[in-house]
Structure formats: structure tokens, C-alpha cells
């Protein structure tokens, strides 16, 4: 009989977020806004994972550029669930202009777009047994992002001849 290996396994979801109106971003969603400079972005990433059987604790962390958090947890945690609310410095996210993806402005409210996969989420677990054995796990997960353009411009009425 093959004995069977014991391993660590993580996966990372982005959000939760939070409800909003279908024109509107998560309200805990990383938004951008066209014209406007921020000092940072705020993502919400949740890490599901499972150790061994014989796993006494360890620690998860979740990295986006170079902001990383950590969490330790012990097998009496028992959760197998982490919620980690990152906020990353603005200067950390380059290549996203938001003028790039947005119309010209007027003066109405203007359009939230959801720009899918622009950035990315790495994630480690680390399981300890009570004998010194670790066993671990990464992977990664796409991040959205979302824009708000500013107002689009009035359009004339259209004349319509006879």
C-alpha cells in the first residue's frame, strides 16, 4: 500500500466586497479616479487553506508588489479562512492610467469601469507539525480593479429635418 503524502493547500479569492448599485464599484473595491492622485489602494483578498492532519500551526501571507501581510494561526484556530485587507501604496501600481480608458469629460456624472486581471495577488501557507515538518503552498490570484471616469460631455441634440 502507498502511503499518502500529506500536503498543504491555499487558495485566494479577491473580496469580499462590498454591495453596491450595478453603475457603482464594490464600495471596498480598489477604485480610480481620472484626475485624481492617490497616496494609496486598498484590496481585499480572502485565503482559503487546509494543513495536515497533524499540522500544529503555521502562517499565511499574501503579497501584492511589495506590501505584504502576514497572519499566524494555530490548529486550534481551526477556521481555515483569512480575510486580509491590503493597502498599497499608489507608487507600488504603476502602468494603470485611467485617462487611457476613459472618454472625454463633461459635466454629468461619469461611467465606472471594471478593469479586469490588472494586478496580482501572491499567497503562502506554511504548515507546522508538531514534529518539525513543514509542508507549504503558494499560489496567485488576478486582481480587478475599477476606474471612475470623469463626467462625459453633453452631447447636442440631434436636429431632425423635415
Known sequence: MTPVLATALLSL???????APDSEPPANAPLWVSGETAEE????VTA???CP????GGHLQVSISDTTVRAAFSAEDDTGRRVFSI???ARQL?????ELFCPEPGDAPGPVLRLKSKFTAQGALVCRASTGKQTSS???VALDV???CPPLPDKPPVAHQP
Not at 492532519?53 to 500544529?56: A, F, I
Open 48 to 50: 482559503a487553506f487546509d
Open 13 to 19: 479569492l479577491q473580496g469580499p466586497y462590498l454591495p
Open 138 to 140: 503558494q499560489t496567485s
Open 41 to 44: 489602494h486598498s484590496f481585499s
Open 146 to 148: 475599477w476606474v471612475r
Open 94 to 98: 504603476r502602468g494603470l492610467r485611467p
Open 87 to 89: 493597502r498599497v501604496p
Open 53 to 56: 492532519p497533524d499540522t500544529t
